[in-house]
């Protein structure tokens, strides 16, 4: 026996089962669940640039202090600094060539060729001491370091690294100088 086919006064009052609008096409879905990869917003990009600029400023102000977790990999290390503080502790002539050679460039602008000249030959005969300064220095912080750290742990390029900070002016020196001078490490 067929069976009968419904009729518009058999239907039931209650809607049909579904959500009640069309399926979204797949362009649909994939143009609403599209979003940028950085929030582009204006305070998540302030928002970002604060935490940026905070970053920097502490890794900043722990260079300046020395702290290991800042420092670039030529500055690390126990050795390292304490040949800073061996270099920052002492006077030393190749501190004051930057200032010398300043000095040179204001006398050879007077009119005087005497004066040019004994400046120019003074310049030299300081950048010489300087340099010889500097070579004592590395004899003394290779000899030191390997008394203190032992010969066989010594790093390399401790004399090097010891010549060129002496070789800059104190206040210029990075990281900043964490003892006075006189104070030479133990």
């Given amino acids: 026996m067929p069976k009968p086919t ?5 239907a039931p ?14 362009a649909e879905r994939e143009a609403a669940n599209r979003r940028p990869l950085v929030a582009n917003t204006k ?6 640039k604060a935490d940026l ?6 890794a900043r102000i722990g260079m300046e202090q020395g702290e290991d977790k800042y420092l670039p990999a030529r500055d690390k290390g126990p050795q390292r600094r304490w040949v800073r503080d061996y270099v920052d502790a002492g006077w030393h002539l190749s501190e004051w060539v930057m200032a010398a050679m300043l000095l040179v460039i204001v006398l050879s602008l007077m009119p005087f060729q005497n004066v040019q000249l004994w ?11 300087a340099v010889l300064d500097m070579v ?9 370091a390997a008394a203190k750290f032992g010969a066989e742990r010594r790093e390399r390029g401790l004399g090097w690294y010891a010549a060129m900070r002496a070789l800059q002016m ?7 100088p964490q003892v006075k001078r006189g104070q030479y490490p133990a």
Avoid: C, H, N
Avoid at 136 to 144: D, E, G, Y
């Fill in 119 to 129: 400046s120019m030959a003074a310049l030299w005969a300081y950048m010489l001491l």
């Fill in 13 to 26: 009052e209650t809607p049909a089962a579904g959500k009640g609008r069309a399926t979204p096409t797949r």
């Fill in 43 to 48: 305070e998540a990009r302030a928002a970002a």
């Fill in 136 to 144: 004592l220095l590395s004899i003394r912080v290779k000899k030191k």
């Fill in 170 to 176: 104190r206040f210029m020196r990075l990281p900043k």
């Fill in 53 to 58: 600029q905070a970053r920097r400023e502490r």
């Fill in 6 to 10: 419904p009729s518009a006064d058999d």
